[in-house]
């Protein structure tokens, strides 16, 4: 039997919130992040990845923006990622890069506060999830 892993992980400086899953008004589970980001830098905020039980990649996630921030830009690129999935079972697969989807965001010029993003992400295995990620913009 082969087993896949849709896995949705995010930056090292998010801190995931336990809890904080709840379901928007057309039914796509709504989970939460939140990252800290250095003023005037572009940042991964969140990186997406699906693999296979012999680590290899499992589809490519496609993720969107469905409310962009008010003080940065997005950008989403196709590119290898580490899998850092917290799943026993696929522990091995963290130290092999595969096909995945990073975000990265960059605040404006100036800008120093808190802003807000949503990102939808569709995966062959595990549907469609959305993110809203709350971005800290510091000094």
Known sequence: MRYKIAALSASLLTLPLSGCVTTSADGVKVTQA????AAGERTQIRKNWSIANDC????LPKVRVTQP???GQISIVNEDVYPNTT???FAKCRTHKVKG????????????GNDQVRLRQSYVVDGVTDTDVYIKVVR
Do not use: C, F
Request: net charge positive.
């Open 87 to 89: 799943s026993r079972r």
């Open 34 to 37: 939140h990252v800290t980001v």
């Open 69 to 71: 921030p008010a003080h």
């Open 101 to 112: 989807t990073a975000t990265y965001y960059t605040p404006n010029k100036g800008y120093v």
């Open 56 to 59: 290899s990649a499992d589809g």
